[in-house]
Each structure stands twice: as C-alpha cells, then as structure tokens.
C-alpha cells in the first residue's frame, strides 16, 4: 500500500478502536455552496438570539482558516441513542442530554486521536471540533459519504438513522477520500414536518432556530419564553427529540456502546414532583456532568414552570 492508503487505513481503524461508529474523510476545501445558504439562513433572522452564529463567518466555510494547509477534514459520528428511555409523564429531556456532556467526552477521544496520528504518522498538525468551533459538521459528514442532510437538518445514516454526534478532525494529512453522499433517502416522507409543534421545519431543508424548542429551553438567555409560545412545548423541558423520533429511519437506532452516555438515574425516574422540588445546590451535584448544566438551574426552572403552568 501506499503511505496514503497506510495512514488512511490508520485513522479509519483509530477511529474504531476509539469508539466512532463512522469515520468518513473529505478533501478540505472551501464550501461556497454552503457559504451562500448559511448567509441567507442568517441574513433572514433565523437563528434567532444565538448572535454567535453571525461570528466567524469565513472560518465556517474555508477549513484552512482554521488549520492552515489544511488538506482532510475527517468527521466521526457518535451514536448517543440510549437504551431506556425517561418516564412519559415527567417533563422531558432530550435524549442527547441523558448522560456525560458530549463535549468532554469526544474532546477527550479527540486529543487522543491527534497524538496517536503524531505517534504513528508523523509530525502531523490538526485541530479537533466537537460542536464548540465555527465547523459546518454535517456539511462535512455528507461530503465524506456519511449520509444525507434530511428534512429535519439532521444527517441521517441508512444504517442507524440519526441519533449520532458529529466529531470534526482538520489536518494538514493527505489521505484517501470517501465519495460524498449524494442520494436524498427523505423521498416524499414529511413526518418530522407535520409533527413539529412549532413549525420550525420549513422547506428545503431550512430549519427556523428562532421556532425551535430546543432553542426556546437551551439557547434562549430571556428568562421570559414568549408567550405566543404557550401550549406548544407539550411536556419538552430541555431540547427536544420529536422530529428525529418521528423519522423512519430511526428504527434502525442502536443503543450506544460509549458508557459515559449510559443515562443518569435521576434523568430516567424524577417525576414532575421531583423537578419541582430540585435546589440549586442539589441541581450543580446531580447534573455537573451533563449537558443540563448550559440552562443553568434558573434556566430549567424557568423551562418547567412554563411547561406546566
């Protein structure tokens, strides 16, 4: 074989050996196409408050901003699906938030990735993204023949359907190039379309941020959510899971292998009563750990009065 071939080999094997359940590599290069939909996506409001997504605007679309010389951009998918699921009549967290924030876990795995490339490969210069750095993930997951964008803005994988995080690795290694994932599997299905609450699922794939209950439970600082809002969150407290568990192709989810995502007792059992009850101090101990912490206490308390009033 040839170095190439060996170290792309090396990496996809790494990636396995690491926990991914998909490792696919796209040749870096600038998205134009993607830089045009993004500007109109922002351009039109729909981001709503999340003001971070106007911020580096040139680094989303030209990975060798964010690693100069960069020739590969490797994604990892992550599958979070989990293998029991909340109480249906407590307020609901989404099922990516069920264990260990993903952050910490795949930054761990990342920074591994990139010292065993070092110490096999070479001097090699990457940077790792996990959901916190201006990175079109799911861009780069289809262009590495992972799946296809759907409907829902969820990349979708024919084998395991959704429920996966999206890992990014930059570097400047040239490696083999999976072909990009062109066929669209959605066909005429609307599920997610119809089932969304809020109308935030448009055409075109154009998801409306400023609609979204995850957005409204997560990302929204107001402490107020907007009472036009009311009604329309059912019993969702924190994220929101009804267009990917409406999608077909989530029969085919496998619980997650990654023991750091097994879910938290206390996620799976508290009652209504219970998160009623819950104090700041007892809410930093249970949830230090998990994805809950970005709402913050205040935040949850205020996403579960408006959900039961």
């Not at 351009?43 to 989303?60: Q, V």
């Not at 951009?73 to 909340?86: A, D, K």
């Not at 941020?209 to 995850?214: L, P, Q, Y």
């Amino acid at each position: 074989m040839s170095a190439t071939e060996t170290n792309t080999y090396f990496i996809k094997s790494t990636a396995t050996a690491l926990g991914f359940t998909y490792c696919g590599i796209a040749k870096a290069q600038k998205l134009d196409e993607d830089a045009k939909r993004l500007e109109s996506w922002l351009n039109t409001g729909k981001h709503g408050s999340m003001r971070y997504m106007e911020n580096y605007f040139d680094l989303r679309v030209d990975p060798s901003k964010l690693v100069p010389g960069a020739k590969s951009v490797i994604t990892l998918l992550l599958n979070y699906f989990p293998s029991e699921v909340q109480r249906r009549d407590a307020p609901q967290v989404s099922k990516y938030a069920y264990g260990k924030d993903y952050h910490e876990v795949i930054r761990d795995k990342l920074k591994v990735f990139l010292q065993m490339i070092k110490e096999n490969i070479g001097d090699v210069h990457g940077r790792g993204f996990a959901d916190s750095a201006p990175v079109l993930e799911k861009s780069w997951a289809q262009k590495s023949g992972l799946g296809w964008i759907a409907k829902n803005g969820n990349l979708i994988t024919k084998q395991q359907g959704s429920f996966f995080f999206i890992a990014t690795l930059i570097t400047d290694l040239e490696l083999e190039y999976d072909d990009p994932f062109i066929k669209d599997y959605c066909g005429s299905c609307t599920r997610c379309i119809d089932a969304c609450p809020t109308d935030a699922i448009l055409e075109d794939k154009v998801i409306d941020g400023s609609k979204c209950i995850s957005y409204f439970t997560i990302e929204l600082r107001d402490m107020l959510i907007p009472g036009k809002m009311k009604g329309q969150f059912a019993n969702k407290m924190f994220g929101c899971d009804i267009c990917q568990d409406v999608c077909p192709w989530n029969k085919f989810s496998k619980p997650t292998k990654e023991t750091a995502f097994t879910p938290l007792p206390h996620i799976l059992n508290f009652t209504t009563s219970d998160w009623e009850d819950l104090t700041e101090e007892s809410f930093k101990i249970l949830f230090k750990d998990s994805p809950l912490k970005r709402s913050k206490y205040a935040g949850i308390k205020r996403n579960l009065k408006f959900i039961l009033e």
